[in-house]
C-alpha cells in the first residue's frame, strides 16, 4: 500500500531564486546549505508551524530526499503548496550549486 505522491522536482529544476525550506537538523545546516535558504528542522516543525514560509511553491531540502519528502506530504495535508527537492543537499552540491558554511569553515553536506 503506498501513499499519493509527493510533489518534487529535481535540482536542475529548482529556480535560482527559489523559496528554499532546509529541514536539516542544525549540526547539518551548519557545515553546508544552500544561501538564501530557510532552516527549521524537521524535528522542530510541528511546533513552528507558524513559521512555515507561504511562498508557492515552497522547496523543500534535506540531505538526500528522504525526511524533506515527509516534511511535504505533511505540509500538502495542511494545504501548504510545497514540493521536495530530489536528491537534497546531496544533488545540489553535486550539481555545482551553491553550499555555504556558518564561521569560517569549508562548506561540506552531512
Same mark, same amino acid.
Given at each position: 500500500?503506498?501513499?499519493?505522491?509527493?510533489?518534487?522536482?529535481?535540482?536542475t529544476?529548482?529556480p535560482?531564486?527559489?523559496?528554499?525550506?532546509?529541514?536539516? +537538523?542544525?549540526? +547539518?545546516?551548519?557545515a553546508?546549505?544552500?544561501?538564501?535558504?530557510?532552516?527549521?528542522?524537521?524535528? +522542530?516543525?510541528?511546533?513552528?508551524?507558524?513559521?512555515?514560509?507561504?511562498?508557492d511553491?515552497?522547496f523543500?531540502?534535506?540531505?538526500?530526499?528522504?525526511?524533506?519528502?515527509?516534511?511535504?506530504?505533511?505540509?500538502?495535508?495542511?494545504?501548504?503548496?510545497?514540493?521536495?527537492v530530489?536528491?537534497?543537499?546531496?544533488?545540489?552540491?553535486?550539481q555545482?550549486?551553491?553550499?555555504?558554511?556558518?564561521?569560517?569553515?569549508?562548506? +561540506?553536506?552531512?
Open positions: 500500500m503506498t501513499g499519493p505522491a509527493v510533489p518534487a522536482v529535481p535540482v529544476e529548482v535560482a531564486d527559489a523559496p528554499l525550506l532546509d529541514v536539516r +537538523e542544525a549540526d +547539518e545546516w551548519a553546508g546549505h544552500a544561501p538564501g535558504a530557510r532552516h527549521l528542522p524537521m524535528s +522542530e516543525l510541528p511546533g513552528r508551524m507558524d513559521e512555515i514560509p507561504e511562498d511553491p515552497l523543500v531540502v534535506c540531505r538526500s530526499g528522504g525526511r524533506s519528502a515527509r516534511v511535504v506530504a505533511y505540509l500538502a495535508g495542511q494545504g501548504y503548496p510545497a514540493v521536495n530530489d536528491g537534497g543537499m546531496q544533488s545540489w552540491a553535486a555545482g550549486r551553491d553550499v555555504v558554511a556558518d564561521g569560517d569553515r569549508r562548506p +561540506e553536506i552531512i
